[in-house]
């Protein structure tokens, strides 16, 4: 079975920093691409990064640019996102999801993960 | 930046009707374009990729057309468990974007 599960969310302070995780199980991880959507309280979907299968490649939306960082260690498995800088904004819950190609669809999401920031 | 815009943005609807939602790109993204479904304190669900592929599992009650600029989710006689929230998204080029969401609500 496929699993997606998230670790790291919680409250932060403006200006902070978070790492978010996310441990992936049922599938060759290292096979595919991964991506990090979120969605703010009420609010739609927002792509945020995509990183290739080794690492060599990344994107990310221009908001996050520069305070964001998506990593990964196939060797355990695992999708990181390092979150610097935090603004009010950012407040969201952010899915790890997964991507057989750089551009194909977002095959299968985690449960997701609350970030709030908020002094 | 592709924008995906969507409509309507709510809709509430009688089991067994037909449900249409559109999403209408700024731009040609030929067909990279998918619709998602999140029901209520779930994550998203892949429901149509490329336009119109199937995907396994999902009900074929579901079905995705256009390229191009304009795309259409169809529901064929709406389930009461197909109560949520779909969203179009366009992997054409970078900034990856999604529509704006169309809330589905059963009567």
């Known amino acids: 079975e496929v699993q997606l599960v998230h670790s790291g969310g919680g409250l932060v302070q403006p200006g902070g920093s978070l790492r978010l995780s996310c441990a992936a199980s049922?599938?060759?991880?290292?096979?595919?691409?991964m991506t990090w959507v979120r969605q703010a309280p009420g609010k739609g979907l927002e792509w945020v990064a995509n990183?290739?299968?080794?690492?060599?490649?990344?994107y990310y939306v221009d908001s996050v640019k520069g305070r964001f960082t998506i990593s990964r260690d196939n060797a355990n498995n695992s999708l990181y996102l390092q979150m610097n800088s935090l603004r009010a904004e950012d407040t969201a819950v952010y899915y790890c999801?997964?991507?057989?190609?750089?551009?194909?669809?977002?095959?299968?999401w985690g449960q997701g993960t609350l970030v709030t920031v908020s002094s | 930046e592709i924008v995906l815009t969507q409509s309507p943005d709510f809709q509430s609807v009688t089991p067994k009707e037909k449900v249409t939602i559109t999403c209408r790109a700024n731009?040609?993204?030929?067909?990279?374009l998918h619709w998602y479904q999140q029901k209520p304190d779930q994550s998203p669900m892949l429901l149509i990729k490329?336009?119109?592929q199937s995907i396994s599992g999902v009900p074929s009650r579901f079905t995705g057309s256009g390229s191009g600029t304009d795309f259409t989710l169809t529901i064929n006689s709406l389930e009461a468990e197909d109560a949520a929230a779909y969203y179009c998204?366009?992997?054409?080029?970078?900034?990856?974007?999604f529509g704006g969401g169309t809330k589905v609500e059963i009567k």
């Open positions: 999801a997964r991507v057989w190609w750089l551009q194909d669809p977002f095959d299968f």
């Open positions: 049922g599938f060759t991880f290292s096979a595919y691409w």
């Open positions: 490329y336009a119109s």
């Open positions: 731009q040609s993204i030929g067909s990279s």
């Open positions: 998204h366009q992997s054409s080029s970078f900034p990856l974007t």
């Open positions: 990183i290739k299968q080794d690492g060599s490649e990344k």
